[in-house]
């Protein structure tokens, strides 16, 4: 490199990976006043960026990764937004190789908490910190204020946690960004966050599927009803967007564009993640799982279309729902304490993956956090956070006052719509399973006895009993006396 071309060594932050997300987060960091060096692997994206919105701030375009790190300030600020996985990988070895102890290298992609952990015991080692940082907010949220889920050491947040916050979106007054723990952690409650996600969505699709097949309501009609819903207690983005994906119209055919548009859900990895990590811990994310294979099944298309042709469906055709209004009503009552379930589950999984992994996550924080900038953001959301301000301890979002009584003002409409559901033969597997958990959770007693029983019996796995302290086991085989086993 030339005298002429060695840029001055003062940026104040780089963005590496410049799509939708990067563009959008060094367009932001721009706007708030920071000189931001801008690099990406095809230089096109990097000059374009800077073509268009050169003026919104002070960017410095890069070609190469050395000529990228040589721009930034001491102690170095980069953010890499690419691809997770292999492509994550390929970008930190190259940016790391050039940085020094003390510089500070964030991952603002969906990177896979467990790789996180290994990226950042990878970088520690050279005196160079990694931030596993969770975004998000999609593409608007990057450009006018994502929600932030940095994990990492405190003198790592120290360095560019002010500048994460001053992007940030802001819900009454407070910045939606917190360290939120070491290593994975940032990357593990964007994980959880996503799962919800996926929830969240499967559940607004069982809505407008039943108000459609019970109501005959078009497209245009549910996403005024939703629009309606918007302005009360599910008033949500990701409510907010399903009016206006419903009243879109498709340009080409003129047809509602929900019905031109192919019905397999695509998944990137998030949600999956989710429920391997659930799985684990043994927490039991129901919603999130359902709606994992809700988009696994429409995927089966061979499967679906040999189905379609045999399969029976009710014996006789339901009767016309006898009052529309009523019957919207309970659909909303659905959506919402399936809602509530989910966030449920999602904050359990948070509050055993912190408890594995060491990390002091706080609930309400992260509540507080995601209550704007992000694709779950909600009304719902400050609720949470006052419920974890109310009960630090809560060992359910279930049992706190509020959202007690707000599912049981549910509780009725909820059950009909399972029922009318199941009567229709419309699968609802979201409200079905949200269902399911929350009377598996108030139950006296389950039947997970009898499984005892039966794994006793096969296998001598032995079993505990409700009278006495112990370990026993039945001798199925022989003239059935109980034997203490342990
Ligand atoms: N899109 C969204 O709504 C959200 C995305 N995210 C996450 O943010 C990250 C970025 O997402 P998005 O902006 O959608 O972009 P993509 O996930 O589509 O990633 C594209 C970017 O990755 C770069 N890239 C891919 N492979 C390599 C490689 N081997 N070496 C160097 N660069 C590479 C591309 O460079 P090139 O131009 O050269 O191909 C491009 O800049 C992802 O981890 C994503 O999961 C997080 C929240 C929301
Ligand atoms: O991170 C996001 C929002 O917060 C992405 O939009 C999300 O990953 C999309 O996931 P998928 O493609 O699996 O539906």
Redesign the pocket.
Known sequence: MTAATTPAPDGDIGVTGLATMGANLARNLARHDCRVVVHNRTRARTDALVAAYGDEGAFVPTGSVAEFVAALARPRKVVVMVQAGAPTDAVVEEVALLLEAGDVLVDGG?ARYTDTIRRTRALAERGVHFVGCGI?G?EEGALLGPSIMPGGSDEAYAIVGPLLESIAAVVDGTPCCAHVGTDGAGHFVKMV??GI?YADMQLIAEAYDLLRARLGLSPAEIGEVFAGWNAGDLESYLVEITAEVLRHVDAATGRPFVDVVLDEA??????RWTVHSALDLGVPVSGIAEAVFARALSGHTAQREAARAVLPGPAEDPAPVADRDAFVEAVRRALYASKVVAYAQGFDQIAAGAREHGWDIDLGALATIWRGG??IRARFLDRIRQAYADEPDLTTLLTHGYFRDAVADCLEGWRTVVVEAARAGIPAPGFATALAYYDGLRAERLPAALVQGLRDLFGAHTYRRVDREGVFHTVWSEDRREVQAG
């Open positions: 969906n998000s999609g966050h996503n996600e695509e998944q990137k990895g998030t949600g992000c694709i």
